[in-house]
């Protein structure tokens, strides 16, 4: 029986190597894909595999991807049609933060200090218009939360310019490695400065639009940043 | 005839939507990649794509991408054997840099500020013994530039157990948006803020592993970050 509050793991949802870094624990790949902007989303054409940036946001057991209906993957997804006999498109998409360098002793044992979260499935289509529009609001908010309703609200014209592809998080798997380096017991005492430096990210001042009318206040949510 | 200093734009290096921000000039396409410690490797396993979170280091106009020989992709790609015979690995190689939350006055023209590159090509592994040790260099400057002469060189056996992939930089195209956001002019007069927010990235302070002896100082090329 799976936890209840974890995802189940499948043949492709266990590594082959580092297992013990692997998490299934929704708390966990829920946190690494709500604090990151970018995902990769990678998929077939023409056989060949295809890895793009795009923004992302999840809602409960689902992800949206955003893009326009002219894009690759949307025009691949589509061709099925409606909804109901959409084949959808194969897809992988991965999340990774890098948190910190790892200095080993040894340049074997060097690495990177990260979580990421890897989802397998099948990506589709949303047309229903409630879905989109829920979907759409849920973008924005992945942007900076709080801006979906302190911003001019997509039209008809734009809604359906816009397509949105939906995941179900069903085949998920986080890895994290975090901690110093693992160097050889042997290495211990060769004379190289050993530790993780930290990777820290952070938020720049906010820069006003060219033509933003000085009465227009920087709201709290970004002043909040 | 191609500028010499740019890669050739290919059918699938020319993006299907804001063409405008396709560059392919290898300046600014090789500080992109020089720039990222992990790079999204996109192939396929079992007819459906995966989305591997890896290092990677660029010399000249290669990429190496690290991973033990248990790893999926290096199992795939040496199904072939040796190098003379290694039908190689379709991949699909991707780094992103997300540099801003661009927030216009409409839902709609939200977007990130981002530098991305796409390399397509086939991935091969690298056997000749010479290259193998050139790359794991790389691989560890890529952690931190100068770290391989500061730290114990791999072993014959490391050197045996890590795979190496090379990819040739010969199908690429980086992608480029900067900038405020674009609103539609008739949106001009609306009472929300807009503008970007940028996001920043740098290093924290340096955290010794426990073991390390209080003796050995912080080397320069650390404490210059």
């Given at each position: ?23 299934y ?34 809602v ?32 992988c ?25 890897m ?10 218009p ?20 302190d911003?001019?609200p ?61 009465s ?8 909040a940043?």
């Open positions: 029986m799976p936890e209840p509050d974890a995802y189940e793991p499948t043949e492709r949802t266990v590594p082959t190597r580092s297992r013990e870094r692997a998490v624990d929704h708390a966990q790949v829920h946190a690494i894909l709500d604090e990151a902007y970018v995902c990769h989303l990678g998929f077939l054409r023409d056989g060949a595999p295809v890895v793009l940036p795009t923004l992302y946001a999840r409960g057991s689902r992800v949206y991807v955003h893009g326009s209906t002219g894009s690759r993957p949307l025009r691949t997804a589509g061709e099925g049609g409606g909804e109901g006999d959409d084949p959808g498109l194969k897809v998409l991965t999340v990774t933060h890098v948190d910190g360098l790892v200095l080993a002793r040894s340049a074997f044992h060097h690495s990177l200090n990260y979580r990421s979260v989802i397998h499935g099948t990506a589709r289509r949303v047309t229903d409630a879905e989109k529009r829920l979907s759409f609001d849920a973008l924005v908010d992945a942007v900076v939360p709080g801006r979906a309703r911003s001019r997509a039209n008809d014209r734009e809604l359906a310019a816009t397509g949105v592809l939906r995941l179900d998080l069903a085949e998920v798997s986080a890895k994290i490695r975090n901690g110093p380096p693992n160097d050889d017991p042997q290495d211990a005492e060769l004379p190289y400065w050993t530790g993780v430096v930290p990777l820290v990210s952070g938020y720049g001042t906010p820069i006003p639009a060219p033509g933003l009318a000085p227009v206040a920087l709201p709290d949510y970004l002043a940043l």
